[in-house]
């Protein structure tokens, strides 16, 4: 901001100061991560890694699907996202992680696929029509390709729907029985 201008220093030294006393009394032991909560961000690992898969395309005219390479290994992204959810919990103090900071760490997973990829499968996971979601028709028509190839969504008569791989990784996640009861908002 402008009225910040001249006050650099002084601002810095109260950011330093304010996270020297967050990070003071820290536990030096890890929080512990339940096997439930573990299998939650595998399966929200496994989930972003495939979502967030490249797609090849042509280059050139209709732009047709060239190419969908294997996904990347869950594994870094489960280590990322579980670090994520012992550091929230120690943070807070907690030795055990709490079911708030896999909810955390779960939302990162669902931010790391690109946003159209992220707003089509929300919208498939809600069971609203994918064409209700916001986006330039031919984006949303080549997103929509994309998913299908990566085994995410499949044709149904009317519209697309979850693949069951899909449901399977989102309900391992904790996500999919909490979005169609309402309780959770992507």
Do not use: W
């Not at 650099?8 to 536990?27: G, N, V, Y």
């Not at 708030?100 to 790391?112: F, L, P, Q, S, T």
């Not at 190839?149 to 989102?170: G, Q, V, Y």
């Amino acid at each position: 901001m402008i009225r910040q201008q001249g006050h650099e220093e002084q601002i810095r030294t109260e950011c330093q100061e304010s996270l020297k006393a967050l990070f003071k009394d820290l536990p030096r032991k890890v929080p512990t991560l339940s096997e439930q909560f573990e299998s939650q961000i595998v399966a929200m690992a496994e989930l972003t890694a495939i979502a967030r898969t490249h797609v090849y395309r042509n280059s050139y005219g209709r732009r047709e699907v060239e190419y969908v390479p294997e996904p990347e290994a869950n594994t870094r992204i489960s280590k990322g996202l579980a670090a994520i959810a012992k550091g929230i919990a120690s943070i807070n103090r907690r030795t055990r992680v709490a079911a708030e900071d896999v909810k955390d760490a779960i939302r990162v997973g669902m931010d790391c696929i690109p946003d159209y990829r992220r707003k089509l499968l929300e919208a498939a996971i809600r069971r609203e029509p994918l064409e209700s979601v916001p986006m330039p028709r031919t984006v949303r028509t080549r997103e929509i390709e994309e998913l299908k190839e990566l085994t995410l969504i499949e044709e149904a008569l009317i519209d697309s729907k979850l693949s069951d791989k899909a449901r399977e990784l989102l309900e391992g996640a904790g996500l999919l029985s909490q979005c169609v009861r309402g309780r959770v908002k992507l």
